[in-house]
T-cell receptor, first 111, second 115 residues
Framework: RKEVEQDPGPFNVPEGATVAFNCTYS??????FFWYRQDCRKEPKLLMS?????NEDGRFTAQLNRASQYISLLIRDSKLSDSATYLC????????????WGAGTKLIIKP | NAGVTQTPKFQVLKTGQSMTLQCAQD?????MSWYRQDPGMGLRLIHY???????DQGEVPNGYNVSRSTTEDFPLRLLSAAPSQTSVYFC??????????????FGAGSRLTVL
């Protein structure tokens, strides 16, 4: 089982719709969680950190469920520019501070 | 402010050749790292450094060497290229010690093909 699992998609969503996807992680000692966005043939860029109480940044909402070991990302009123691959990242607090990356969920917003 | 600069952007090598991927950051970040990204897989850590003179292995270090003689530079050396090293390579840096919240800044990537 992969340490961090994501549905690869693609999710094909009409513009203006709401879309959500999850990411599950296997290590219960995971401490920090992030969503990164990666455009085609570009580098990953931080979208948002995920806090225990959940957090929102404009149209984006991130939630953490420690009991079930998953994080989620909700995008409201989706825009064409939201088309990208969304990478889930988990930080297990060991001496190496290594981040574990999911393979990503591809999102395509259609006009 | 350039951020993280990687060179070259594209490279084709023959099996057995060696090369160095360059990475430089101008943000005075302590932590620097190299990842490879392959289709269907998450980013995998090759090597990382928590400061000048300090390097350590990540998940997939075999076939690669690094050094960190300055805070700014973190080159990745492929010793004897193999087709399995065909990948996209990303250099990334962060301010370490930020409570473990390792927000990374990435370079634009280097696309390597080994024939």
């Amino acid at each position: 089982r992969k340490e961090v699992e994501q549905d690869p998609g693609p999710f094909n969503v009409p513009e203006g719709a709401t879309v959500a996807f999850n990411c599950t992680y296997s290590n219960s000692a995971s401490q920090s969680f992030f969503w990164y966005r990666q455009d085609c043939r570009k580098e990953p860029k931080l979208l948002m950190s995920v806090y225990s109480s959940g957090n929102e940044d404009g149209r984006f909402t991130a939630q953490l469920n420690r009991a079930s070991q998953y994080i989620s990302l909700l995008i409201r009123d989706s825009k064409l520019s939201d088309s990208a691959t969304y990478l889930c990242v988990v930080n297990v607090m060991d001496s190496n501070y290594q981040l574990i990356w999911g393979a990503g969920t591809k999102l395509i917003i259609k006009p | 402010n350039a951020g993280v600069t990687q060179t070259p952007k594209f490279q084709v090598l023959k099996t057995g050749q060696s090369m160095t991927l360059q990475c430089a950051q101008d943000m005075n970040h302590e932590y620097m790292s190299w990842y490879r990204q392959d289709p269907g897989m998450g980013l995998r850590l090759i090597h990382y450094s928590v400061g000048a003179g300090i390097t350590d292995q990540g998940e997939v270090p075999n076939g690669y060497n690094v050094s960190r003689s300055t805070t700014e530079d973190f080159p990745l050396r492929l010793l004897s290229a193999a087709p399995s090293q065909t990948s996209v390579y990303f250099c990334a840096s962060s301010i370490r010690g930020n409570g473990g919240a390792n927000v990374l800044t990435f370079g634009a990537g280097s696309r390597l093909t080994v024939l």
